[in-house]
């Protein structure tokens, strides 16, 4: 079974928008290839060596991205309530490990950046803090040891 990827509207239009700019760029690498081809001997070629990989990357990079959009799951921001955290929620916690206070909100993995507060849903803090509430003390088992957050708030 494939991975269920989960994310807001606007994040499967931007991963769409990604992958039509991949698939626009088969045919420059290609001509690239078709160039460094032409310059002779291909064994000892490093412009059509790095055409080749560049090309290989890309063809991953494609196929991540039409499995990521095959495989995407819209959250209904409608649907999305306060009273447990869920995606999409912006949640307000106290590090008690560290004696902070943090907010984020949980979304899918391809929207997730740290400096900007969207945290994945598949890091080990929102996995603890799903599908608890406000008031409660969950634990993170993060790659430095378990971390404690007290839940202070729940929004949208």
């Known amino acids: 079974m494939a991975d269920i990827h989960y994310m807001t509207a606007d994040g499967l239009e931007k991963l769409k ?4 700019d ?17 310059k002779g001997d291909l064994s000892e070629n490093a412009e059509y060596d790095a055409a080749r990989e560049a090309q290989g990357l890309l063809e991953v990079k494609i196929a991540n991205l039409k499995n990521q959009v095959a495989n995407a799951k819209v959250i209904d921001e409608s649907q999305i309530g306060t009273d447990k955290v869920s995606m999409m929620n912006k949640v307000k916690v106290e590090n008690l490990t560290m004696k902070r ?22 890091t080990p803090i929102a996995k603890a803090l799903l599908g608890h509430s406000k008031g409660e003390i969950v634990e993170a088992k993060v790659p430095s040891g378990v971390l404690k957050f007290k839940i202070l708030d729940i929004s949208l």
């Open 17 to 20: 928008k990604e992958l039509a």
């Open 22 to 38: 991949a698939l626009a760029q088969r045919p420059v690498i290609s001509a690239a290839i078709a160039e460094a081809r032409e």
């Open 101 to 122: 206070v943090m907010e984020f909100v949980i979304v899918g993995e391809t929207e997730a950046d740290f400096s900007k507060g969207r945290l994945a849903v598949t």
